[in-house]
């Protein structure tokens, strides 16, 4: 299985913006679709967005759409999660997660490697 390590979480205020990042090793990332996830205390995790093995397809929760960007860089194996406007309700842990899949997968059950996340904290 690919080894996945996210970066880049801290604490921003509202409004503000963070880059997070997924490096991968141990396998070749373009046979992995790749997600983003954030659990906040007390709560399920959830899709936030998610990226095909080319890069070709995307999807985003609804919360999330026109705000935040997902991204892959296969030769240098990372995925990436620009994230735009942030809001309080995004402070949470955000997981990097992959499949080896031709879909787009959202469900946390479809993916069967994760990394060990990173956390967000947005101020109000």
């Known amino acids: 299985q690919v080894h996945l390590v996210e970066s880049g979480g801290g604490l921003v205020q509202a409004g503000g913006s963070l880059r997070l990042s997924c490096a991968a090793s141990?396998?070749?990332?373009?046979?992995?679709?790749m997600g983003w996830f954030r659990q906040a205390p007390g709560k399920e995790r959830e899709f936030v967005a998610a990226i095909s093995r080319s890069g070709g397809s995307i999807a985003y929760a609804d919360s999330v759409k026109g705000r935040f960007t997902i991204s892959r860089d296969n030769a240098k194996a990372t995925v990436s999660l620009q994230m735009n406007s942030l809001k309080p309700e995004d402070t949470g842990v955000y997981y990097c997660?992959?499949?080896?899949?031709?879909?787009?997968?959202?469900?946390?059950?479809?993916?069967?490697?994760w990394g060990q996340g990173t956390q967000v904290t947005v101020s109000s």
């Open positions: 141990g396998r070749t990332l373009g046979n992995y679709a």
């Open positions: 997660a992959g499949v080896r899949t031709f879909a787009v997968p959202t469900l946390v059950r479809e993916y069967d490697t």
